[in-house]
């Protein structure tokens, strides 16, 4: 099936700084979302970006599919920003895998005061 | 608008029991996927549900079934029970074709004792 690479694994910084997270993908996709996993487990949609560019208040985020690679990027970070941080990809002409997707490992993201 | 909805938040199990989960869907949606997250791993697919039938499955053994009823909710039933289903459960819903967003529910964290 599709690979899914996170990087950094963990991520660690001090309130105020920026940061960017990565996610490469092996095959072509049809969609691909972001998600902030919060203590309690809840995945929380960040972005659906199966390509371009969008941004919501301090998070953007950037895929550029030709290249298999998307970027999410957290400005000015709070400590509320703290927790896990997915990237999933549902592959793209192959009828087993349509509709299910694939996580990477994630981001441990901390952000101390 | 009640996003999607989990129950039970929790359960106790012992090896070798049988357990089932509920999901109801976001409202206006027809397609509800289920995932199971082990601990400092991304969700894996399980099953996706579509119009009452399983339409794409993981890799994940006959103990894992499920069932999608008219009004698009879902349930998960897992058989003899083994130590290793110890496991967040998520549910996804998503609107009928492939590559469409999918929002998550808060989980039901499974521990088989």
């Known amino acids: 099936g599709i690979q899914v690479e996170q990087s950094p694994p963990d991520l660690i910084l001090q309130e105020g700084a920026n940061s960017t997270l990565r996610c490469n993908f092996s095959?072509?996709?049809?969609?691909l979302q972001w998600f902030h996993q919060n203590p309690w487990g809840q995945l929380i949609n960040l972005f659906y970006?199966?390509?371009g560019t969008k941004q919501n208040g301090r998070l953007s985020a950037t895929t550029v599919a030709t290249e298999r690679y998307s970027l999410l990027y957290i400005s000015s970070s709070q400590t509320t920003d703290s927790g896990v941080y997915f990237c999933?990809?549902?592959?793209?002409?192959?009828?087993?895998?349509?509709?299910?997707?694939?996580f990477g490992r994630g981001t441990q993201l901390t952000v101390w005061p | 608008d009640a996003g999607v909805t989990q129950s039970p938040t929790h359960l106790i199990k012992t090896r070798g029991q049988q357990v089932t989960l509920r999901c109801s869907p976001k409202?206006?949606?027809?397609?509800v996927s289920w995932y199971q997250q082990a601990l400092g791993q991304g969700p894996q697919f399980i099953f996706q549900?579509?119009?009452?039938?399983?339409?794409q499955r993981g890799n994940f053994p006959d103990r894992f079934s499920g069932h999608q009823f008219p009004n698009y909710s879902s349930e998960l039933n897992v058989n003899a029970l083994l130590l290793g289903d110890s496991a967040l459960y998520l549910c996804?819903?998503?609107?009928?074709?492939?590559?469409?967003?999918?929002?998550f529910g808060a989980g039901t964290r499974l521990s088989v004792l």
């Open positions: 996804a819903s998503s609107l009928g074709g492939f590559g469409n967003i999918q929002y």
């Open positions: 095959d072509s996709v049809n969609n």
């Open positions: 970006i199966p390509s």
């Open positions: 999933a990809v549902e592959p793209t002409g192959r009828g087993s895998t349509l509709g299910r997707l694939y």
């Open positions: 409202s206006g949606h027809d397609t």
């Open positions: 549900y579509y119009e009452e039938e399983e339409r």
